[in-house]
């Protein structure tokens, strides 16, 4: 049984199958990058990937120092739809108009669906 990885929660048992399942199907260029999301209980981070190389293109957090101080105080839906604008604005700056969304497993609502809004504030393409 080698390569059997144990999983705690059948509620990331289910995440990671969904998540495995997505990334069947999206791949990021550098073109379009794939943005993707991660959704803790206390912050969200994003960030966009070029698969053909492994790199990543931009990202963003709630813990960096630049958004940190825009988002204190906040409630978790307005950080998150700030960490996507300013994803957003750091792929416009790299030259980068065109994104595929990956919501990694999670379901494409609340904090999720609003770091996708805030990246088409920015005026990023799905």
């Given at each position: 049984?080698s390569?059997?990885?144990k999983i705690?929660?059948p509620?990331?048992r289910?995440r990671?199958k969904?998540k495995?399942s997505?990334?069947?199907?999206i791949t990021?260029?550098?073109?379009?990058?794939?943005?993707?999301?991660?959704?803790?209980t206390?912050?969200?981070y994003?960030?966009?990937?070029?698969?053909?190389t492994g790199r990543v293109?931009?990202?963003?957090?709630?813990?960096e120092?630049?958004?940190?101080?825009?988002?204190a105080?906040?409630?978790k839906k307005?950080?998150?739809r700030?960490?996507?604008k300013?994803?957003?604005?750091r792929?416009?700056?790299?030259?980068v108009?065109?994104v595929?969304?990956?919501r990694?497993?999670?379901?494409?609502h609340?904090?999720?669906?609003e770091?996708a809004?805030?990246?088409?504030?920015?005026g990023?393409?799905?």
């Amino acid at each position: 049984m080698s390569g059997h990885v144990k999983i705690a929660t059948p509620k990331l048992r289910k995440r990671l199958k969904r998540k495995a399942s997505i990334r069947l199907r999206i791949t990021g260029t550098a073109e379009r990058p794939r943005l993707s999301v991660f959704r803790s209980t206390r912050y969200v981070y994003a960030q966009a990937i070029d698969d053909t190389t492994g790199r990543v293109v931009a990202s963003a957090s709630e813990l960096e120092e630049a958004v940190k101080s825009a988002v204190a105080g906040k409630p978790k839906k307005e950080r998150a739809r700030q960490i996507g604008k300013t994803v957003g604005e750091r792929l416009k700056a790299a030259g980068v108009s065109a994104v595929v969304f990956d919501r990694n497993g999670f379901i494409y609502h609340g904090r999720v669906k609003e770091i996708a809004d805030g990246a088409r504030d920015a005026g990023l393409a799905f």
